[in-house]
C-alpha cells in the first residue's frame, strides 16, 4: 500500500493484528518518506534504518506467534532528548554529536517494551531550552509542513514535524514549558503534556521538576495509545503514582470551565489566538459545559520573568556539568552559551530565589482557578513564526509566543493543545485545555469530546502525498 500513512496509529495496531499489514511494510513506508521528506522539514537528528527494519522482522515473528504487546509493530520516532540504547543522541548539541548511549530512558524503555520499532531521533534545539527548534547539528531547523519557511516551534518541534507530514504515524516528546505544546499547535496535531509524575522523571535530579515526556499525535485516540505504555513510574521516583483503569474513559457530567486570551504580558492578543479560544468556548457551551471568561491570575511581572531566565540558565549549567562537556562549552550554541554565562554569575541564592518566585507565580494561578475544573486558553500567541524570528532578543520573544504554556510545567497539572482551526494563510493554530492534577482522565476525554463533536477539521499539508 502506498498510502499506509493514511491510517492512524489505532488502525495501523489493528491492522497488524489482523495480519493485513506487516511491520517491515509499514517501517519500509516510513524509511521511505523519511528519506524524501526528512531532510527538507528537519525531522530527524538520526535515522536508524538498518536497526529498526530488524526489529520489524522480530516484531512480525511475535505477531505470527500470537504476542499482542500495546504498540508491538508500530514505528516510532524518540526525541533526541532522550537516551536510546545503541542509536546517537545528541541532546540538539554539536558537544555531542557522537554519543551513543548504553540505556534507555525509563520511558524509552517502555516504549521498546511494548513493541515500538524505533526508527530514529527526532529534532530538538540544545537541551530543549528554546521554543524553536534549530541547532548545530542538523542542517536545517525544524519547520512546519504547513510552511516550510516557518518553525514547527520547540522543543519537540522535529516530533510534530514528522507526524504532521506523514514521517511518523505517531511521537514521543517532552515538555518543560510547552515543549509539546506548541509545536503540536504550528502542526495541527493533538499535543499532551500530562501531570506531573505520571510519566516517570527518574532517577530525579532535582526537587523542582518541571518537564516530563508525553505524545505528539494526530488524534486523541493515538495519543492515548503512547500515554498509557509510558505511564508507569519508576522505582525511586519521587512524583511517580499510576493511573487506575487507563485513560479511554466517557465524562460523566458537565465541567466548569474558565477561559481567557490575556497574555499577562504589554501585549495585543493575536487575533487568530483570540478565534481558537472563542470557537472552541462555542463548541464546550453546545456540548453542555459552563464556560466563564475569567481575569488571567497572575502576571508576567519583570520578577517572574527574570525568575524564568534564570531557571533556564541553570538547567543548562545543570546539564552541562552532568555530561561533563566543561571542556567543550565552544561547541554550545551562542544561546546556550549565553544562558551559561548568566548561569556562572548565580548564587545559591539566586537559585533558591527565584523558585520561590515561581512558585508564588504558580501557587497564585492555581488559587485562581481552584473553582474550575479545566482552564481554556490559546496555546501560542499567534500563528507558527518565520525561521529567523528569534534573532536578537531570545528570552522575550519566546516568552511573548509562548506565554500561555510554562505556568502548567509549574504547577504540574495536565495539558493539551488540540488543533482549532488554519487560517487564511493556511497557517494552523491550536487552542489549549488544563486540566486539574492528576485527573488527565477527565482531560484527555474532553479532548475526546471536542474530537468528535469536529473541533477541527483533518487538514493535511502539502507534502502528504508526496
Known sequence: MSDLHELTAAQQLRALRAKEISSRELTEHYL???????????AFVTVSAESALEE?????????????PALLGLPLGIK?????????????????????????????????????????????????????????VTPRPSVT??????????????????VAAGLLPVGHGSDGAGSIRTPAATCHLV?????RGLVSAAPATSFFVASTEGPIARTV???VLLLEVMAHPAPGDLYGWSHPGGFTKTLQRPLKVAMWTDTGLDQDVDPQAELAVRRTAE??????????????????????????????????????????????????????????????????????????????YASTMLAGVDDYDVVLTPTTNGAPVPIGYYDGDEAERMLRWSCHTPWVNLVGVPAVSLPSHVDGESLPHGVHLIGRHRQDADLLA?????????????????????
Not at 56 to 65: F, K, M, V
Not at 191 to 195: E, F, L, M, N
Not at 349 to 358: H, P
Open 145 to 162: 509542513p504547513y510552511a516550510l519557511d516557518r518553525y514547527s516551534s520547540g522543543s519537540s518541534g522535529g516530533t510534530a514535524s514528522a
Open 191 to 195: 499535543g499532551v503534556k500530562p501531570s
Open 221 to 223: 485516540e493515538d495519543a
Open 56 to 68: 520489524a522482522d522480530r516484531a512480525d515473528e511475535r505477531l505470527a506467534a500470537g504476542e499482542r
Open 446 to 466: 474532553l479532548a475526546a469530546q471536542l474530537e468528535s463533536a469536529a473541533l477541527w477539521e483533518e487538514r493535511h499539508p502539502p507534502c502528504w502525498n508526496q
Open 283 to 360: 463548541v464546550l457551551t453546545g456540548l453542555g459545559h459552563d464556560v466563564r471568561e475569567i481575569p488571567l491570575p497572575a502576571r508576567w511581572d519583570e520578577p517572574v520573568r527574570q525568575a524564568i531566565v534564570t531557571w533556564f540558565a541553570y538547567s543548562v549549567g545543570v546539564a552541562v556539568q552532568a555530561m561533563m562537556l566543561q571542556d567543550r562549552t565552544h561547541l554550545l550554541s551562542s544561546y546556550s552559551q549565553q544562558l551559561l554565562s548568566i548561569n556562572d554569575t548565580l548564587s545559591a541564592n539566586d537559585i533558591v530565589t527565584s523558585q520561590a518566585l515561581l512558585a508564588r
Open 32 to 42: 521511505a518518506r523519511i528519506d524524501r521528506l526528512g531532510a527538507e522539514l528537519g
Open 80 to 136: 533526541d532528548l532522550s537516551p536510546t540504547a545503541g542509536i546517537r543522541t545528541t541532546f540538539g548539541s554539536a558537544a555531542m554529536a557522537e554519543f551513543v548511549p548504553g540505556e534507555d530512558s525509563w520511558a524509552v524503555g517502555l516504549l521498546r517494551q511494548a513493541g515500538a520499532v524505533v526508527l530514529g531521533k527526532t529534532n530538538t534545539p540544545e537541551f530543549g531550552s528554546t521554543c524553536y527548534t534549530e541547532n548545530d
